[in-house]
């Protein structure tokens, strides 16, 4: 199974992994990232993973059980990552990943839904045990709510004439599959408009965003991580679209800042003072050989923080 690791290099290097820490990858995956960590770990190392996709726990399992048996697989969203840990009394780890991409076979198993590409079920569930569908999104929310979260999600300015387009098309008969919303979408918004801008990338991501709630998860889960970390443990997250970015650079700063409330006095009490310093100041970028290697490293950044 071929599955790329967008910028794995730099997020191993940005861990300074010690042998024997405990380490978190919140986003097993297809283990990618996991093996590597795994690899650097001694007997008293420890690696726990995290991921709601039977499939690529399965896959990971078979991987990692190859290098070591230091490890563990939980199956969990990771929104509920400190509840698992304290589950298994540990308080402190020394170095977390959160990869926000989608593995690539998941992207290309067109049975999953997430690809405009080839045709599937209108489904982009990440946890298959899931009630909600984007089917259910797309055939049973009301015009104002599909035009909300095309346009807070996904950014799109088109939002509503897409939005009319479904509730008048969806009268006649469900929309089934990924292929036949594409065509939904490109009627409503023109040939020139849809090849031009392909507001298509744009109503999918709204719509992942929207059945596995990704926005308000990452931002529950990030300030628990971050009490996770013992002093000098560093965390690095890779996102894949402003929305993502833009959560984790102002809970980076809120964390690595002195409350304006304390600001200039001589002693500030212990609980004002900033829990992090930024590694990097400025997201890490992929190298033009990862572009020109894999093209959905495109639009990932990489940003780093430091327990203090």
Not at 78 to 106: C, H, W, Y
Not at 191 to 213: G, S, T
Not at 253 to 280: A, F, H, Q, R, W
Request: proline share 4%.
């Amino acid at each position: 199974m071929k599955h790329y690791s967008v910028m794995l290099t730099e997020v191993i290097e940005s861990l300074n992994i010690k042998p024997d820490g405990i380490y978190v990858d919140a986003t097993l995956g297809y283990a990618g990232m996991s093996k590597e960590i795994l690899k650097k770990l001694n007997d008293k190392g420890k690696l726990i993973t995290i991921d709601q996709d039977e499939e690529a726990i399965n896959y990971s399992k078979n991987v990692l059980s190859k290098i070591s048996n230091n490890f563990e697989i939980i199956k969990a969203n990771f929104k509920d990552l400190k509840q698992e840990l304290e589950k298994r009394n540990i308080t402190k780890v020394d170095g977390i990943i959160f990869d926000l991409g989608f593995s690539s076979p998941q992207i290309d198993d067109s049975s999953r839904g997430f690809s405009f590409m080839s045709d599937g079920p209108l489904d982009m569930r990440m946890n298959l045990d899931s009630k909600v569908k984007a089917y259910d999104i797309v055939n049973f929310k009301s015009e104002d709510e599909l035009t909300d979260y095309f346009y807070r999600y996904g950014e799109e300015k088109l939002s509503r004439l897409i939005s009319k387009k479904i509730v008048e098309e969806r009268s006649k008969k469900p929309i089934e599959t990924t292929l036949e919303l594409v065509s939904v979408i490109e009627s409503a918004v023109g040939a020139k408009n849809f090849y031009n801008y392909h507001p298509e990338r744009k109503i999918f991501q709204a719509l992942r965003i929207a059945v596995n709630d990704e926005l308000n998860v990452l931002e529950s889960v990030l300030p628990d991580a971050i009490d996770l970390l013992n002093k000098g443990g560093r965390m690095s997250v890779i996102t894949f679209h402003s929305l993502e970015d833009k959560i984790v650079k102002k809970i980076f700063k809120e964390n690595s800042e002195i409350d304006e409330i304390v600001k200039g006095m001589p002693n500030i009490p212990l609980e004002y003072l900033p829990k992090v310093k930024l590694v990097t100041k400025k997201p890490i970028l992929p190298s033009t050989k990862e572009l020109e290697e894999n093209s959905r490293s495109h639009s990932a950044k990489l940003r780093v923080i430091e327990r203090l």
